[in-house]
């Protein structure tokens, strides 16, 4: 286990049987941070932009989202476990959600902070969400975001999860702290010939 700052990065190497074929492969989580870490963009340089979207529809937007985060949504929603009483999809926690595992796989880093510096209380507020007031605003801060790497397939993913103590806790809601959080977005993104192919994104707010 390698610690960064407040950010720990875990490597589990897990199995995913399908039926009589198995499918090894490694899945890369990061856990949810408390703290905010002090790393900022460097100032001198001009730094790659991502443009999230403002959902500002005059109909009730959706999440739309795709097969891979169905799936995955699904064992969100009906784990026995689940310690929220109630969920609901948010479209722009959702569009984040898809933007973070697409930059990750085309800019090839993992983690909760991107190479600007920029973090995921940060994004979601600059595309329009509004957390509560006591989540920090550190540019980098992150109460909301766990991330995957590696699994093909939701089920992979979600195992790989549960099987790590942190992001159980989050995504279960297992604390006051994430039970409170009854909107989320999910994002899958698949990206060829970057380091993992496969990132998976889970925000709670």
Same mark, same amino acid.
């Given at each position: 286990?390698?610690?960064?700052?407040?950010?720990? #990065? &875990?490597?589990?190497?897990?199995?995913?049987?399908?039926?009589?074929?198995?499918?090894? /492969?490694?899945?890369?989580?990061?856990?949810? *941070?408390?703290?905010?870490?002090?790393?900022?963009?460097?100032?001198?340089?001009?730094?790659?932009?991502?443009?999230?979207? #403002?959902? +500002?529809?005059?109909?009730?937007?959706? *999440?739309?989202?795709?097969?891979?985060?169905?799936?995955?949504?699904?064992?969100?929603?009906? %784990?026995?476990?689940?310690?929220? #009483?109630?969920?609901? *999809?948010?479209?722009?926690?959702?569009?984040?959600?898809?933007?973070?595992? $697409?930059?990750? =796989?085309?800019?090839?880093?993992?983690? %909760? +902070?991107?190479?600007? =510096?920029?973090?995921?209380?940060?994004?979601? &507020?600059?595309? @329009?969400?509004?957390?509560?007031?006591?989540?920090?605003?550190?540019?980098?801060?992150?109460?909301?975001?766990?991330?995957?790497? @590696?699994?093909?397939?939701?089920?992979?993913? !979600?195992?790989? !999860?549960?099987?790590?103590?942190? %992001? $159980?806790?989050?995504?279960?809601?297992?604390?006051? /702290?994430?039970?409170?959080? #009854?909107?989320? @977005?999910?994002?899958?993104?698949?990206?060829? @010939?970057?380091?993992?192919?496969?990132? !998976?994104? /889970?925000?709670?707010?």
């Amino acid at each position: 286990m390698k610690t960064f700052m407040t950010r720990t #990065v &875990r490597r589990v190497y897990a199995s995913h049987c399908n039926r009589s074929i198995g499918v090894s /492969f490694l899945v890369l989580i990061s856990f949810v *941070c408390f703290v905010p870490t002090t790393l900022a963009a460097d100032p001198d340089t001009e730094p790659h932009k991502i443009f999230l979207p #403002v959902v +500002t529809s005059t109909t009730a937007p959706t *999440c739309q989202l795709n097969a891979q985060e169905t799936a995955l949504e699904e064992l969100l929603r009906n %784990h026995p476990n689940q310690g929220r #009483v109630t969920l609901a *999809c948010n479209p722009t926690l959702a569009a984040v959600a898809r933007a973070r595992a $697409l930059d990750m =796989g085309q800019r090839a880093y993992f983690g %909760h +902070t991107n190479p600007d =510096g920029y973090g995921p209380n940060y994004l979601v &507020r600059q595309a @329009g969400y509004e957390l509560p007031i006591e989540y920090s605003t550190a540019i980098n801060a992150n109460n909301i975001e766990s991330i995957g790497a @590696g699994a093909g397939n939701a089920e992979g993913m !979600w195992n790989a !999860w549960m099987n790590s103590t942190s %992001h $159980l806790t989050h995504i279960l809601g297992s604390e006051d /702290f994430y039970a409170e959080q #009854v909107e989320y @977005g999910i994002g899958f993104a698949q990206v060829p @010939g970057s380091p993992y192919q496969f990132y !998976w994104v /889970f925000i709670s707010s």
